[in-house]
Structure formats: structure tokens, C-alpha cells
């Protein structure tokens, strides 16, 4: 998965979260950490861009962390959506949101803008 930092870093679609807001259906595909130890793959990536990014929240969208196992019950709670850890440093690599995780929705639940750091133009 590219970063914004111009790196990469190998993840594996892991399965596909659908949910519906007012009617309407949208999905969000999850991704596992594949450069980790076995013992280290706990959790997937949700990394997301929505209508919020750039003015309400970092520019560079949030990311949801899901602890495994998931199965058909499994939630997805928006309150806690986090900026990534570039958000605060530019140092840090950050995956961009694939776009097939880019809502054409505003997500007003998790953390807001810090600052005013945020890449707008991605």
C-alpha cells in the first residue's frame, strides 16, 4: 500500500465491511499488516477518506484498527476513527486510504483535525 511519504507497506485485503447510512450502502475493505510477525497480526486496517478530510478532520483521511477475529457480527464503530501517526510528524509512514475506501459521505464520529497539519491534495 503506497504511503504518504512516497514508501510502501505490503498489506493483503482482508475482507469488506458493509454498512448502510440513510438507505444507502456503502463498504469499506480491511487490511492486514503482512511485514509483521504471525503473533503480531492482531488486527486489520481500515484506512478511510470522507467528506470531513481537510477541513473537520486530517486531510490525509483516519484509520479504524479491528481487532481479529471478525465474522458477520463484527461492527465498525466510527467513534473511534484516529488520525494516523503522520498527522502529528511527517516522519511517520502512513498508508493512503486505497480508493475504494474513499466515502462520498461525511463520518462526524472519531478524532478531529490536530493542528493545522493536512495534505489536501491527496
Given at each position: 500500500m503506497p504511503t504518504?511519504?512516497?514508501?510502501?507497506?505490503?498489506?493483503r485485503e482482508y475482507g469488506v465491511f458493509e454498512?448502510?447510512?440513510?438507505?444507502?450502502?456503502?463498504?469499506?475493505?480491511?487490511?492486514?499488516?503482512?511485514?509483521?510477525?504471525?503473533?503480531?497480526?492482531?488486527w486489520v486496517l481500515v484506512p478511510f477518506k470522507d467528506k470531513t478530510n481537510g477541513h473537520e478532520t486530517y486531510g490525509g483521511g483516519r484509520y479504524l484498527e479491528i481487532?481479529?477475529?471478525?465474522?458477520a457480527r463484527?461492527?465498525?464503530?466510527?467513534n473511534r476513527a484516529a488520525n494516523p501517526?503522520?498527522?502529528?510528524?511527517?516522519?511517520?509512514?502512513?498508508?493512503?486510504?486505497?480508493?475504494?475506501?474513499?466515502?462520498?459521505?461525511?463520518?462526524?464520529?472519531?478524532?478531529k483535525m490536530f493542528g493545522s497539519a493536512h495534505p489536501d491534495s491527496t
Open positions: 504518504y511519504n512516497e514508501k510502501s507497506i505490503p498489506f454498512f448502510r447510512v440513510d438507505g444507502v450502502g456503502y463498504s469499506l475493505t480491511a487490511y492486514q499488516r503482512m511485514d509483521l510477525p504471525e503473533e503480531e497480526r492482531q481487532m481479529l477475529p471478525i465474522d463484527t461492527e465498525i464503530d466510527f501517526w503522520c498527522a502529528y510528524d511527517p516522519r511517520y509512514t502512513c498508508p493512503v486510504p486505497p480508493l475504494e475506501n474513499w466515502l462520498s459521505l461525511p463520518i462526524e464520529a472519531g478524532e
